[in-house]
């Protein structure tokens, strides 16, 4: 006979009750060990201290994190470690981690509770062999705790389609792990490696902060919603496909999620689940997790930069072997083509990005961004002019270069400042106060 697994779907409604409510009906911290050294592991996908920027449905609220600490210090728990291993725009930067947490409050929760919290970059980590020869470096302090707190933001992701506990869990590899789960290995790609991330994990609770969701996540380019939906399971897998479907997608389409249950057996149409909370049909929303780009025969580009008229340009719709860190330059090199345009068409510029993009014939000039698309065409025989940008991760004063040189003349402020670019988004959320500060600071 089949176990079900319990998922407690609640709304939030009120500081430490909503996450009591949700930890209390899934039964989550009932095989938490005494005196456990315990890991949370939020979700602070990116940070700068350049600007302000939208937050809401990118990183999991201090709210959500400071309920969890109360609980486990009312189960008698001393010993227990935030980490995370935050996107910087610099990688080896330990100022922004630092600044991040300070802002956050984990400062405050230092001091009230007795929690540590860690740069994961900062600490050793340790290989570990998630199954079939998949192998990748985890933070040893997540690896070695009694057990995992695990509290990922409710998003839709476009390469993912969503982002939830098992995807958070990324966040605790290297970089050179990160790099890897965006191989072209046949059966080896991001879905592949995404979907053993939770397979060797000590014993874990997860908790999905859907206060804000992200609409096109994981950053803060996407459209946040206030949802105040929370989603607890002592099983990782369970809560996802739940999760999946309150984001409006079928999980057997999330391949990630998909992958993970057939190796468990399991279904993907939540009839193993028992919800002791909401009814998920009635909560669901419908959030889109991909930028439709549009080909013509006069250009490639996101479909809002076609409809400006923009022509000359065909700039490739990223796929899944662009890793993290080329994604957090393409929206800014985008965002330079698309100030620089006047109205006249330029003359056959290609822009290839990731890993497995291919030069299309005719083009007059090709634009090859990053070490990996450079070493895979740095001789190949259909490019005519060949503009290398050979960074990993490219840097902007090279990527405004390569436009120029290909006779786009990008405004050179634009990547000088780049680390401005995130607070451009605030005024999105400027007079909606269902969008509310205070829930990323501690004590309130
Ligand atoms: S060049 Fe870009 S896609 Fe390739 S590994 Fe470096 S950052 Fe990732």
Redesign the pocket.
């Known amino acids: 006979m089949k176990i079900a697994k319990t998922v407690a779907v609640v709304r939030y409604e009120t500081p430490q009750a909503s996450v009591r409510r949700a930890v209390e009906l899934c039964r989550g911290l009932d095989h938490l060990p005494a005196r456990a050294n315990v890991f949370i592991k939020p979700n602070i996908v990116f940070w700068t201290r350049a600007v302000p920027f939208p937050k809401w449905g990118v990183i999991t609220t201090t709210r959500v994190v400071e309920d969890m600490v109360i609980l486990l210090k009312e189960r008698g728990i001393d010993d227990i470690t935030l980490g995370e291993g935050m996107v910087t725009s610099t990688p080896g930067d330990t100022q922004t981690p630092a600044h991040a947490f300070e802002t956050l409050g984990y400062g405050l929760l230092k001091r009230r509770y007795g929690v540590k919290y860690v740069n994961i970059f900062e600490r050793p980590f340790m290989t570990v062999d998630v199954g079939e020869g998949f192998r990748l470096n985890f933070n040893a302090d997540a690896i070695e705790s009694d057990f995992i707190v695990n509290l990922p933001v409710m998003k839709s992701h476009n390469q993912t389609i969503v982002s939830l506990g098992i995807k958070n869990l990324k966040g605790l590899i290297d970089i050179a792990s990160r ?1 890897r789960c ?1 191989s072209m290995q046949p059966g080896r790609d991001l879905h592949a490696w995404v979907s053993r991330l939770a397979d060797r994990m000590p014993p874990m609770f997860t908790l999905i902060d859907g206060i804000y969701s992200n609409e096109r996540g994981p950053g803060f380019d996407g459209k946040m919603r206030r949802s105040n939906i929370l989603i607890a399971s002592a099983d990782c897998l369970s809560a996802d496909l739940v999760g999946a479907k309150l984001l409006g997608h079928d999980p057997a389409q999330v391949p990630h999620l998909a992958d993970a249950a057939a190796r468990r057996r399991r279904p993907t149409d939540l009839s193993d689940i028992d919800n002791p909370g909401e009814e998920i049909e009635s909560m669901a929303r419908y959030h889109e997790y991909d930028f439709q780009y549009a080909t013509t025969e006069e250009g490639c580009l996101p479909v809002p930069m076609a409809k400006e008229g923009l022509k000359g340009i065909f700039y490739r719709k990223y796929d899944l072997s ?2 993290t ?2 994604s957090g330059i393409n929206g800014v090199m985008l965002s330079g083509i698309r100030q620089a345009w006047n109205g006249t068409p330029w003359d056959g510029v290609e822009v290839l990005t ?2 497995a993009m291919q030069p299309t014939p005719g083009m007059r000039k090709t634009i090859l961004v ?3 698309m450079y070493r895979a065409h740095k001789d190949h025989p259909a490019i005519r002019e060949l503009i290398a940008v050979k960074g ?2 490219p840097k902007p004063k090279d990527l405004l270069g390569a436009l120029r040189q290909a006779g786009i003349e990008a405004d050179p402020a634009w990547f000088e400042k780049m680390d401005q670019l995130p607070g451009l988004f605030m005024a999105r959320y400027a007079g909606r106060p269902e969008f509310e500060e205070g829930h990323f600071r501690a004590g309130e």
Do not use: N
Request: glycine share 16%; charged share 25%.
């Open positions: 790099k965006h662009m890793c860190y080329c990731g890993k990053g070490k990996c990993c991760p």
